[in-house]
């Protein structure tokens, strides 16, 4: 982008494009973010939106703009977007999909962690984000992306990739597709028949929770691009491939990539602070989430490799294939652990 283009954007929500800075983030895959400083101090997070993704960012933002005014608590950070010069909270300019949000002051991210605090907080904010929006109509909620983590959904795109992709990326890949296939197998045990659909972040990686850098409290959830219906062992699972796993997605050493059962603890133990707001198959269904929600983003960097990395960002040709190894090797170590997680959510959890 531009200066200038990013100055006319800024004018847009009614900021003086002359007297402020802006630094482009590079945490996420999919949106562009920038942090954006104003000279008196004031800062925000501009972001772009991947409509290659996101096909309808109007619906993503009207679910946001549902959920927001609930998520509103004394233990719970509220997130605000700016409006525009016509009162909306988002613009469309040369088919680009733009929006600003106040930035919550001294505040961080972690990618990854080794304390146990942050990894109580992850719990317990996730915990208090289901809480808050348990009694929602989830009918009010539209899919930004159907069939988000829906296996068969994937395993049909991923049977589609193998059919199109050419030799030599399967000849690459032949390790990680034989994987994928005994896992498809050993996943089609989890019976999601009997759990209540709830409204979900359905991306709760560690990065997407905001700390506070003074108290250590876990202060909300950011990048609420996904929220959308599904079952709670999505937001459980997806937490726990990026808290108790102290190694990065696309780590090259295995060796290295954990399953830490003190981080696993007092992840946990920050749920049940919240009190009891799960259903007896929903704590049943957490253990082979734990191993579901690492496989499933591994079958879908495995897929977009064979697909020549049409999806997420990637600073290397083979940066997919490295995530999903790495990822089917945590889902591989959470599967080793599924009665150990089982015993401890019954005695945490009830």
């Known amino acids: 982008m531009t200066s200038a283009s990013i100055k006319k954007i800024l004018v847009e929500f009614n900021l003086n494009g002359n007297s402020t800075q802006w630094t482009p983030l590079n ?44 998520l509103n608590a004394d233990d719970y950070e509220q997130i605000t977007f700016l409006k525009t010069r016509s009162d909306k909270n988002y613009l469309v300019q040369n088919d680009e999909f733009w929006r600003m949000m106040t ?44 069939n988000f983590h829906k296996l068969s959904h994937r395993k049909d795109e991923f049977k589609q990739a193998l059919q199109n992709a050419t030799k030599e990326k399967l000849n690459v890949a032949d390790k990680a597709i034989k994987k994928a296939q005994h896992f498809i197998t050993e996943l089609a045990h989890l019976n999601t028949g009997s759990l209540p659909i709830r409204i979900c972040h359905n991306d709760t990686k560690l990065n997407n929770i905001l700390f506070s850098k003074t ?36 780590e ?4 290295l990539i954990t399953f830490n059962e003190a981080l696993f603890t007092s992840f946990v133990d920050g749920l049940a602070s919240n009190g009891p707001f799960l259903s007896s198959a929903e704590k049943e269904s957490l253990p082979l989430g734990a191993v579901f929600m690492p496989f499933i983003h591994g079958l879908r960097a495995l897929t977009d490799y064979l697909n020549n990395n049409t999806y997420y960002k990637v600073s290397y040709e083979n940066q997919n294939l490295d995530r999903c190894l790495s990822l089917f090797n945590f889902a591989e170590k959470a599967l080793d652990r599924k009665h150990y997680m089982t015993r401890y959510i019954k005695n945490a959890l009830g």
């Open 215 to 250: 108290s250590e409290k876990a202060l909300c959830l950011i990048d609420l691009d996904t929220i959308m219906q599904g079952f709670f062992f999505y937001d459980f699972g997806d937490a726990i491939r990026t808290i108790v796993n102290t190694a990065a997605e696309d």
């Open 252 to 255: 090259q050493d295995h060796s």
């Open 103 to 146: 930035f919550i002051p001294n505040s961080t991210t972690y990618n990854t962690t080794t304390n146990p605090t942050t990894a109580f907080e992850a719990g317990r904010i996730i915990g208090k984000f289901h809480q808050l929006l348990q009694h929602s109509d989830t009918t009010l909620i539209e899919d930004t992306l159907p």
């Open 27 to 70: 945490n996420g895959l999919i949106n562009d973010t920038y942090l954006v400083k104003e000279d008196n101090g004031e800062q925000y997070i501009l972001q772009k939106i991947n409509t290659q993704v996101f096909k309808n960012a109007g619906i993503l933002m009207a679910n946001i703009q549902f959920t927001l005014p609930i």
